[in-house]
């Protein structure tokens, strides 16, 4: 993912074969949240993982790792070389 750009979160969708209008909880890097957001100025990867548990105490969990890139000139990146002197 691109520094700097806006990252918006697609979700996910839980159905069961049972149960209806499951919950489902949300987390990021670990913290639960209610909504994802990732500071995209700051390269880095990110998890976030969504769990959900039906009335019969099975849980699926699932996990989408987000990686924002450093961009072209961020602290990360090493200087550029200096040309070659020619005597």
Do not use: K
Not at 23 to 30: I, R
């Amino acid at each position: 993912f691109p520094s700097h750009d806006t990252y918006a979160d697609l979700g996910a969708l839980v159905t069961d074969d049972i149960d209806t209008n499951l919950a489902m909880t949300t987390s990021l890097n670990g913290e639960v949240v209610t909504t994802v957001t990732i500071d995209t100025s700051v390269p880095g990867e990110h998890t976030v993982t969504y769990s959900a548990t039906d009335s019969g105490n099975n849980t699926t969990t699932v996990t989408r790792t987000v990686i924002v890139e450093a961009s072209a000139g961020t602290p990360q990146d090493p200087p550029p070389e200096e040309p070659p002197q020619v005597p």
